[in-house]
């Protein structure tokens, strides 16, 4: 896959996205919305400049993984493999529906290209990456794999079994990264169970903590390069984010964590973006 | 059959032996350790094979997880422990993980039914069989010996396309099948014909089954012994042919009679030739400490307890 390497091009590429994330839930009826928005930045990142994939073959045997643990943010997963290649971008208003290959969580039964895993019970995802990069070096591949986690799933206990084991097994070649968005649905992560100091948990379990600014391509893209440099030790990046971001009326509210705009919310969330992301490019011009 | 001394060996070294002989076979097979490895038999292949052996502590949630990690990048793991841990610690992550992404991983149970003993009731896994024939795309087996185990193991490992658990106990019990019987994964085995009523064991308790049909024969009365060593699929044809030509059925197991085998029996029996049956097992209680022949005295899993409920069965509904 032609990577894009112009901050301009990720950030429309990125809005594009949101665009259709926004879309497919609204056709849906019902999904997350916030946290894949939130999200859509790292995805951009990953899918059009980290990763080594091929969408026209997505069962490469070489291609670098990404196990998407919180199976609710589907949507976004969803709309950048449309994005990317994977499959038609039509195919993205199934979303949901009856026969659908984009389940309301990602479900591999269904054969969507692009999908490596099942999700959406919480806390199982590192546990899957941990199993394929030890399967890698058990192979000596080259392939990395990526494990994208909530704040809120770092409440799972598995997820900590998982972050002992890789680093016990020495998996360099793992990188999970935390959408660091501070919400979950019952309220901020401070109030439901605190979950900091997050880098300093992360290092105390023998990994190397990242943090980035999640909506910053400069700074997501520096810390993938530093995360090549682990020789020994699996890499976590904290990526701070915001729920909802590009709609600045919804942002930072976790009541947007499972919810679709109505009919009447559209046209303005779509101009909301439209606006956010003429923001983003003038920001990078001055 | 008791006239002939048999050995005693452990279901557990039959699964040990199997892992080991495809380990020979398959290059993909890596075992996945939790602590236990010994006590499940899987040091012989951890001895063998280092470098296919993971370590990974007491931690069985993250254990299923990784080995669906490492089936979804074309290994074959095999992850066993105390039955307890494997399939009831970790049910939602085989359901999600495993099954839900359909992969081919081996969940060993070991320590499975009553006569585990002393360690009471926290490790005698009695629940295991429900819950993991309820998971949609799992096989579930349950060998009756070790020469079974060691069978079905090496079946499980380079047969199977699925998930697959496998159940055994912990005791040294008899190694009374032969080699060269027909074992096939969802084929019962009829090793006893008869003409009167069926008894439906799995596990250790075919060997007690045997042996109530040797009393029962002695009192006169002709019993089919049917070796259900696979749960799920079920052999719905052994089980019909038996409701057919015997008109009673009686299962026995070492595992709750909510849900286990009994269940899966009734099932079919109920769907497709009702007759009456009977079921043994534990009766949704948990079992204690004690030594394993006085816990199966107790809890009425024995051959006597089966030659009396066979009785009582027939007696209930008289042709
Ligand atoms: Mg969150």
């Known amino acids: 896959m032609n990577k894009i390497n112009n901050i301009e091009s990720l950030t429309e590429t990125s809005y594009r996205i949101r665009m259709s994330v926004l879309k497919s839930l609204v056709k849906a009826g019902s999904g997350h919305l916030g946290g894949s928005l ?14 080594n994939h091929k969408p026209e073959e997505p069962n490469w045997e070489e291609r670098d993984r990404l196990i998407l643990s919180i199976g609710h943010v589907a949507p976004v997963l969803y709309a950048t493999l449309a994005h990317s290649g994977y499959f038609n971008i039509d195919e993205l208003y199934t979303l949901r529906k009856l026969n659908s290959r984009l389940q309301g969580h990602p479900g591999r039964d269904k054969n969507l290209p692009g999908i490596e895993t099942s999700s959406g019970s919480l806390g199982q995802g590192l546990s899957i990456a941990v199993g394929m990069a030890i399967s890698a070096k058990l192979d000596r591949k080259a392939f990395r794999v990526f494990a994208i986690l909530g704040d809120g799933e ?107 705009p109505t009919i009447n919310e559209i046209a303005d969330f779509q101009c909301q973006l439209d606006e956010t992301l003429k923001i983003e490019i003038m920001k990078h011009h001055n | 059959m008791d006239e002939i001394i048999r050995d005693l060996i452990p279901t557990k070294t039959g699964f040990s032996e199997g892992v080991l002989i495809a380990g020979a076979q398959n290059d993909s097979v890596v075992v996945l350790g939790s602590d236990i490895t010994t006590s499940v038999g899987l040091n012989l292949f951890a001895n063998k094979y280092p470098e296919k052996f993971i370590s990974l502590g007491i931690a069985e949630q993250n254990a299923v997880g990784i080995a669906a990690g490492l089936a979804l990048t074309g290994k074959i793991p095999v992850f066993a422990t105390y039955a307890v841990f494997s399939a009831l610690r970790t049910t939602d992550q085989i359901r999600i993980s495993v099954c839900y992404n359909n992969l081919h991983v081996i969940i060993g149970g070991a320590h499975a039914g009553i006569s585990v003993g002393p360690d009471g009731a926290t490790h005698q896994a009695l629940e295991d069989i429900a819950v993991m024939r309820s998971l949609p795309n799992m096989t579930v087996l349950s060998p009756c010996d070790a020469t079974q185990a060691r069978i079905l193991t090496i079946k499980a490992i380079m047969e199977c396309r699925g998930p697959v658990y496998i159940r055994f106990g912990r005791e040294a019990v008899p190694d009374f099948t032969d080699e060269n019987l027909k074992n096939s994964i969802g084929k019962a085995q009829v090793l006893q ?32 012994v049917i070796n259900m060593h696979t749960i799920k699929p079920i052999d719905i044809e052994c089980i019909v042919s038996a409701a057919r030509e015997t008109g009673y059925l009686l299962s026995v197991e070492e595992h709750q009679i909510y849900g286990g085998l009994g269940s899966a029996i009734a099932e079919v029996v109920v769907k497709h030739y009702p007759v009456p049956m009977d079921m043994i097992g534990m009766n949704d209680c948990f079992g204690e400490s004690g030594k394993p022949e006085e816990l199966l005295e107790k809890y009425g899993l024995t051959a006597n307890a089966i030659v009396t409920r066979l009785k009582n069965l027939i007696h209930s509904f008289p042709r």
């Open chain 2, 193 to 224: 014909d008869g003409r009167q009523a069926s008894i439906i064991a799995t596990g250790h308790m075919v060997w007690m089954a045997l042996k109530a049909a040797r009393i029962l024969k002695l009192e006169g009365i002709d019993v089919r």
């Open chain 1, 38 to 51: 939130g999200l859509a930045d790292i995805f951009t990142a990953l899918y059009f400049n980290e990763l």
């Open chain 1, 154 to 260: 770092l409440q799972e206990g598995q997820i900590w079994e998982a972050a002992m084991s890789a680093a016990h097994h020495q998996l360099n070649n793992l990188i999970a990264i935390v959408d660091r968005n501070g919400l979950q649905i019952d309220g901020k992560t401070s109030d439901v169970m605190e979950i900091e100091p997050l880098s300093k948990k992360w290092q105390a379990f023998g990994w190397t903590a990242l943090e980035c600014n999640g909506h910053n391509f400069t700074e997501i893209l520096n810390a993938f390069e530093t995360a090549k440099s682990s020789t020994d030790r699996p890499v976590v990046m904290i990526a701070h984010t915001v729920m909802g971001k590009g709609i600045f009326s919804i942002e930072n509210n976790h009541l947007w964590h499972g919810r679709v």
